[in-house]
């Protein structure tokens, strides 16, 4: 499970997702983002899927009609609007009256006489809050152009957030005593057998907390309230920016809506073709390349900062730490655990999203790591942003939005338990663990300890009610042109992937970011003018463009 941050996790110099902060499910929670884009099967959409028949428009049946036909109530919460928006928990039997209600914000940037719509965000994860996102000051970092267009519109997902219900995993009773250590590679059956039982254990406090929202969360469904959403905002057809997880909600609204989209990025993309294996391939692989990638360009970023002088030396510096922290973990200021091998992997994972934000923090924490101080890298793996002298939100007040959101048994940020739900939902995985023992071998040929991790925190998957999507090639017919942003470093969701994205949908647009980190749009220049000038004028992208900072 790569956590598909946009944060959806890194700081990015303009957009910043709360995902950023999260640490990764064992080592490597590298493959919630992977997974997430297909959309080949579900409960009757609107006829655009392959094998199906035209059926009657969602937004015309007697049963989605109080949904589609609400209106938003809009009132003041700090600097936005607010909504709820109320949506079927279960679209197959939308009259028996559960529901989830979702938070929505907007700031109404629109010059009147000008506007063109809304456009709506989705920051990533799965599990990131769009009103968060707002919250953090997206849209005063979105281009002037594009402010004065549109009204710019997020919000939380549903289980995620302020969504009620939302969802937990919280109720795992076992004590510390019952947990294990998490080997980068378990070879032994003893060591399998644990990471087995904590991947089990984990899946079943998420059953016992959350069980009967857990076959409703996927993203077809969340792509479904995207449409009731639109619906509400009074829109016709629908513009948007997905990052990362958000590509692939994207993807699944253009199979399911195609003649309701009007312009659509996605960045940092996901490829649905692919299978849960060769998604932690690619994932895991895209982290490795970019911590060489660091060792190679920390001069050029960082400067003196850096903890060697010579790329040999940081990676040196790496490996040593590695094999330290197998042997015991380092020494953690106010914590008797301290930092194991997992949490060096998770510190330097993170910290791959945004280099320009997050490499010189790396680099001193590495720095005294190797004098035997841990507890910078242990900030990093936490998520700590603090740690890389980027923003923090921890103590931001949620607003009128948020206090709609979880109970007392949920946690503000929930988006771990979304994570896994979601990527186990949709995306099929085996039942039984040799298939995941069979995976690793490869893995670590392919990425060493990135690739195992990946491998193993998909575990938590082997046990957990499953959905009926499948890997796909996109099938959205009439959709206009797609414009799909990909980083050529992105460690999270590696260019390939965008490529391939564009070549699915029909008449899709690449935008090649020439960078390393993760995702484009609010990085660089060039990349915001080419977006900004699809989303106002709806202007091709020339095949072969390229930016470069």
């Not at 997905?242 to 009007?262: C, D, I, K, M, N």
Request: with cysteine; charged share 25%; glycine share 10%.
């Amino acid at each position: 499970m790569i956590l598909p941050w946009t944060d959806h996790p890194g700081e990015f110099l303009v957009f910043r997702t709360a995902a950023r902060r999260r640490a990764l499910v064992l080592a490597l929670a590298v493959l919630g983002t992977t997974s997430l884009a297909a959309c080949t099967a579900g409960s009757g959409q609107d006829g655009n899927r392959p094998g199906t028949r035209a059926v009657a428009d969602p937004a015309t049946r007697p049963d989605l009609r109080r949904f589609y036909g609400q209106k938003l109530h809009w009132r003041p919460c700090g600097d936005f609007r607010c909504a709820t928006l109320t949506v079927p928990r279960d679209y197959d039997r939308p009259g028996d009256g559960k529901t989830f209600a979702l938070p929505v914000a907007k700031a109404a940037t629109a010059v009147p006489g000008k506007r063109l719509g809304s456009l709506v965000l989705n920051p990533g994860g799965p599990g990131e809050s769009g009103v968060r996102l707002l919250e953090d000051g997206v849209a005063d970092d979105i281009g002037k152009g594009v402010r004065a267009r549109f009204d710019i519109v997020s919000f939380d997902p549903r289980g995620v957030g302020g969504s009620k219900p939302a969802l937990t995993c919280l109720a795992d009773d076992r004590t510390g005593d019952e947990a294990h250590e998490a080997p980068l590679y378990p070879r032994t059956d003893a060591e399998r057998a644990d990471v087995l039982s904590d991947a089990r254990a984990t899946a079943a406090a998420c059953r016992r907390a959350s069980g009967p929202l857990l076959p409703h969360v996927g993203t077809d469904d969340a792509a479904r309230d995207m449409d009731v959403l639109r619906a509400a905002l009074g829109e016709r057809r629908l513009t948007y920016v997905g990052w990362s997880y958000g590509t692939s909600l994207g993807t699944s609204y253009a199979e399911q809506f195609p003649r309701r989209v009007r312009a659509m990025v996605l960045d940092g993309a996901v490829d649905p073709s692919l299978d849960w294996r060769q998604r932690v391939l690619n994932q895991s692989t895209g982290f490795r390349d970019a911590v060489e990638e660091y060792a190679d360009s920390c001069a050029d970023v960082v400067g003196e900062a850096c903890p060697g002088t010579t790329p040999g030396e940081i990676r040196a510096l790496v490996d040593r730490l590695l094999d330290r922290t197998r042997r015991e973990p380092l020494p953690v200021d106010g914590s008797g655990e301290g930092l194991d091998a997992a949490g060096l992997v998770s510190a330097l994972s993170l910290s791959m999203y945004t280099p320009e934000a997050q490499w010189e923090g790396l680099s001193e924490a590495l720095r005294a790591a190797d004098g035997g101080d841990g507890t910078k890298l242990a900030a990093l793996a936490a998520g700590d942003e603090d740690a890389t002298d980027t923003d923090t939100d921890a103590d931001t007040d949620a607003g009128p939005a948020a206090s709609e959101g979880p109970t007392d048994d949920v946690p503000e940020d929930n988006g771990d338990a979304a994570l896994m739900a979601v990527d186990c939902l949709d995306v099929p995985h085996p039942r039984g663990a040799q298939a995941y023992w069979d995976a690793l071998a490869p893995a670590d040929k392919a990425a060493g300890v990135y690739g195992t991790s990946g491998v193993t925190s998909e575990l938590v998957c082997e046990d957990w009610p499953t959905g009926a999507r499948r890997p796909h090639r996109v099938h959205a017919p009439g959709v206009p042109p797609v414009l799909v942003v990909g980083t050529t470093g992105d460690p999270a969701t590696p260019y390939q992937e965008a490529v391939s994205l564009a070549r699915q949908f029909p008449g899709g647009m690449l935008l090649s970011f020439e960078a390393p980190g993760h995702t484009g749009y609010g990085r660089d220049a060039c990349v915001d003018e080419k977006v900004e000038e699809y989303l106002v004028s709806l202007t091709k992208v020339r095949p072969g463009t390229r930016c470069a900072p």
